[in-house]
């Protein structure tokens, strides 16, 4: 996965401005058990959030 320090706090990646990652593309060391699914959809949110500021300038 893409190590955290590599995007910013909207989850856009730093080397590639317009390009956000969420779910299992993130390299997290987390006991998510069958929570797995439940990160994916918030980090996708997160990530759909960080894509709308950036497209709004």
């Known amino acids: ?5 590599g995007f910013d706090e909207n989850y856009m990646l730093k080397k590639l401005p317009g390009i956000f990652a969420a779910g299992e593309m ?9 929570y797995l699914l439940t ?6 949110k ?12």
Do not use: V
């Not at 996965?1 to 320090?5: F, K, L, R």
């Not at 960080?50 to 709004?56: D, S």
């Open 1 to 5: 996965g893409i190590a955290w320090s």
């Open 26 to 34: 993130l390299d997290w060391e987390a006991p998510t058990g069958g």
């Open 39 to 44: 990160a994916c959809f918030a980090t996708g």
């Open 46 to 57: 997160a990530a759909a959030n960080g894509m709308a500021k950036w497209l709004e300038g």
